[in-house]
């Protein structure tokens, strides 16, 4: 079951790694005018939600491991958590008891705003580089 979790985790952090960059080599491709405005109008819409999902499937995934292990959250019960499960299971229980998803998925959209910018200008970068170059 974790590996499954670790899986879609890693699943997700690629997909919000890969999007700007698949996005800006879409754009540049359909050699459209003001790209830049495009690229980060549908940058922000589609990194908001991959965010939000990332953020959502956190807590989730969390909780999904609690009743895996036989912790029971209505009643905060330990009773049916194997010995050697324990302390995991106190660090998700901590973990759950933090920040809700919402306020964590709006700090990662806040930390995603410089990674546009960077995607962007890195690309542009490239291509003069490529222009001078031939």
Do not use: C, Q
């Not at 989730?60 to 194997?82: E, P, Q, R, T």
């Not at 998803?101 to 709006?106: C, G, M």
């Not at 700090?107 to 705003?113: A, N, P, V």
Request: overall charge positive.
């Amino acid at each position: 079951m974790e590996t499954l979790v670790t899986i879609s985790d890693f699943i997700i952090l690629v997909f919000i790694i890969s999007l700007p960059i698949l996005l800006l080599i879409f754009l540049k491709r359909k050699n459209s005018k003001k790209i830049a405005v495009k690229f980060f109008l549908i940058g922000f819409f589609l990194m908001a939600l991959l965010i939000s999902i990332s953020a959502a499937w956190s807590d989730i995934s969390n909780l999904m491991l609690l009743k895996h292990y036989g912790y029971n959250a209505d009643s905060m019960n330990f009773d049916n958590v194997s010995s050697e499960n324990r302390v995991r299971v106190k660090n998700l229980v901590t973990s759950i008891m933090g920040i809700g998803w919402p306020l964590k998925a709006i700090f990662g959209f806040i930390m995603t705003i410089p990674y546009l910018i960077f995607v962007y200008l890195g690309k542009m970068l490239i291509g003069k580089l490529k222009n001078n170059k031939e």
